[in-house]
């Protein structure tokens, strides 16, 4: 075999050394590229909007003679929310649109979470003459930190990421258009409530955990695994406890 013919191959035998692991490196998640160039912190670093959110959870109170199954579902700027009596065939479903729903992880290891939406509904009370209009708008806000998880079990490094709660904003706001609907000069009311508070926590005492079910630098799809305990008691020594048990995944779209 010719001198040329011999360093091109072993050439090529030695980049096939090198590149092979970094190119199994790369993938992590199911549905993980299997090449990038960007790194993992470079590709979830950044605003995100969330365009898809479908949340499953069925909550058990106390020995499971009351059960409802609750599901969320987000596309676009569509939101419903469907509540489920278990054991029954009663159900509920509400509707209404997204303001606001993105979510910012800086560089720097910082999370900034915002989630916003309203719903409208009409009440129509004949017997009053009353038409009423009611726009409920609720915004959600979470700040912390985020980090990767090292690999553990049945996980890969990098595969799933913390995000840690330091403070928590709520806000709502219930305002209520009445109107005669008999009467064509007659002049609305609007009546408005606010409910606001600030929630902050110790570092690790409040924190979520996604799995990186697919990563790429303008698109991530994440889930959460939901199996929650929450037990109290009042000052009679009498206990209760909730249970969540269920499914939450997230679609984001780089902005």
């Known amino acids: 075999m010719p001198m040329k013919s011999k360093n091109f191959t072993s050439l090529l035998l030695l980049m096939f050394v090198v590149v092979l692991p970094m190119l199994n490196g790369c993938k992590k998640g199911e549905e993980d590229p299997f090449f990038s160039i960007h790194t993992r912190k470079a590709r979830v670093t950044g605003v995100w909007d969330i365009n ?11 020995e499971g003679t009351n059960q409802i199954r609750t599901v969320t579902e987000i596309s676009g700027t569509n939101w419903k929310e469907t509540v489920y ?3 029954s065939d009663e159900s509920e479903e509400t509707k ?14 910082l999370m900034n979470y915002i989630f ?14 009353r038409d009423t209009t009611i726009t409920t708008t609720i915004k959600k806000e979470f700040s912390g930190t985020w980090n990767f998880l090292a690999g553990i079990d049945e996980y890969n490094n990098k595969e799933r990421l913390a995000l840690v709660i330091q403070e928590e904003k709520f806000l709502k706001i219930v305002s209520k258009y009445t109107i005669d609907p008999d009467d064509d000069e007659a002049v609305g009311v609007t009546f408005t409530q606010r409910e606001a508070y600030t ?18 630098n303008k698109e991530i799809i994440m889930d959460q695994n939901i199996n929650d ?3 109290t008691t009042d000052v009679f020594g009498n206990g209760n406890s909730i249970s969540e048990v269920g499914l939450k995944t997230q679609t984001l779209v780089r902005e």
């Open 52 to 62: 898809y959110f479908k949340s499953d959870i069925k909550t058990i109170y106390g």
């Open 85 to 87: 009596i278990l054991g």
């Open 199 to 216: 929630r902050r926590y110790a570092n690790g005492e409040m924190s979520t955990i996604w799995i990186l079910r697919m990563l790429k």
């Open 96 to 109: 209404g649109k997204i303001l606001n729903f993105k979510i910012k992880f800086d560089n720097n290891g």
């Open 229 to 231: 305990l929450i037990v």
């Open 116 to 129: 916003e939406y309203q719903v409208v509904e009409r009440v129509v009370d004949e017997d009053l003459g």
